[in-house]
C-alpha cells in the first residue's frame, strides 16, 4: 500500500507562484513513474507534469515554460514548481504514482490540494 500527501496549495494573486509537494510512504513497492494532476470544477482531470516509465518528463502545454517538476528520491517526494500563475490554472491539484509491487502495476493518488489563482 502506497500514501501520497500533498501539500503546499493555496490561494495566490495572478502572476504569483506556488510549491506543491507530494511525499510518498509505504513499503514493498518500486516507483515507476510520478506526477500531478488537476481538476478544475465541470472538467475533466488532466496531466500537468509527470516522470514518466520511459524516463521522460512530460508537460501539459498550458504549463511549459511557468511549472517544473522536481523530485527528491531520498524523501520519496515529488515537487511542482508553479509561477506565472494565472486564473486558468485554478484547480484541485493531484499527486500521482506508479508502481510496481510483487509484478503488479498499481496507481496511486493523493487526496489533492486546491490552488486558486485571483485575477
Known amino acids: 500500500q502506497v500514501q501520497l500527501v500533498e501539500s503546499g496549495g493555496g490561494l495566490v494573486q495572478a502572476g504569483g507562484s506556488l510549491r506543491l509537494s507530494c511525499a510518498a510512504s509505504?513499503?514493498?513497492?518500486?516507483?515507476?513513474?510520478r506526477g500531478w494532476y488537476r481538476q478544475a470544477p465541470g472538467k475533466q482531470r488532466e496531466l500537468v507534469a509527470a516522470?514518466?516509465?520511459?524516463?521522460?518528463?512530460n508537460y501539459a502545454d498550458s504549463v511549459k515554460g511557468r511549472f517544473a517538476i522536481s523530485r527528491d528520491s531520498a524523501k520519496n517526494t515529488v515537487y511542482l514548481q508553479m509561477t506565472g500563475l494565472q486564473p486558468e490554472d485554478t484547480a484541485a491539484y493531484y499527486c500521482n504514482a506508479v508502481v510496481d509491487s510483487w509484478r503488479i502495476r498499481s496507481t496511486y493518488w493523493g487526496q489533492g490540494t486546491q490552488v486558486t489563482v485571483s485575477s
Open positions: 516522470f514518466t516509465i520511459d524516463g521522460n518528463t
Open positions: 509505504g513499503s514493498g513497492f518500486t516507483t515507476l513513474a
